[in-house]
């Protein structure tokens, strides 16, 4: 009887850390990523600052990438790939309302790291992979003071993105240590989290380590 290939099995789903919307104290978020990285398991880390000037944003790369590099975490820039190319970054992420795929990749390069927001959408996620993203995010999947929710996605639209299409995506909003694990099951690659690790009661690290747990019990049942 001939052999039946085998599926290769997913790699399991992974953290994708997003900054706050504001860093007060540089210093002190250093630290605490510090903390957070030499505690769990992390892909990315994306500087989301929308309302720092450019000055800003260069402090806090030149401040954050050291650590992210020591760890081998991805530096991710939110909406400006002009700054992401000019610090340093090993990509960019952008919106639908900022830099096109297009224009980001032409500043970026073939080489780093873009990722589309694509909220709800099938039709805007296929467009991005079809462009050339290296991933897509889908969100809000629960609500999230981080930013306004303006669209809802269902867990759905990852199992079928993962069942139909190869480039990765990621699930955004609202995401703790206890919802993860039904989005990784249901076929996110990576799982967006920011309040739920920087606000976590007992601090990033114990927020690293409950999310560790989390995506390796939700991997053991897809496996």
């Keep these: 009887m001939a052999r039946q290939p085998q599926i290769p099995a997913r790699p399991p789903c992974r953290l994708y850390l997003i900054t706050p919307a504001t860093i007060p104290d540089l210093d002190a978020f250093a630290a605490d990523l510090e903390a957070a990285l030499a505690s769990g398991d992390c892909a990315a880390l994306q500087i989301r600052l929308k309302e720092a000037s450019d000055e800003e944003i260069r402090a806090a790369v030149a401040r954050l990438k050291p650590i992210c590099q020591a760890h081998d975490v991805a530096l991710i820039l ?8 000019a610090t340093g970054c090993d990509g960019v992420h952008v919106g639908q309302e900022d830099a096109s795929l297009a224009e980001a990749r032409r500043i970026m390069g073939e080489d ?6 694509c ?11 079809e462009g050339g993203a290296d991933y897509v995010a889908f969100g809000a999947f629960f609500p999230t003071a981080t930013k306004e929710v303006v669209h809802h996605a269902e867990p759905e639209i990852l199992t079928i993105w993962q069942e ?59 496996a």
Excluded at 112 to 117: N, Q
């Design 112 to 117: 780093a790291m873009i990722g589309v927001t």
């Design 164 to 222: 139909t299409m190869e480039v990765p995506c990621v699930a955004i909003g609202g995401v703790t240590a206890e919802n993860a694990g039904g989005l990784a099951a249901a076929g996110a690659d990576f799982v967006a989290v920011s309040a739920g690790v920087w606000a976590h009661p007992q601090g990033p690290a114990a927020a690293m380590r409950a999310f560790d747990a989390a995506l390796a019990a939700a991997s053991a049942t897809v």
């Design 78 to 85: 939110n909406d400006r790939p002009d700054l992401a190319r």
């Design 119 to 129: 909220h709800d959408s099938r039709h805007l996620a296929m467009e991005a992979a």
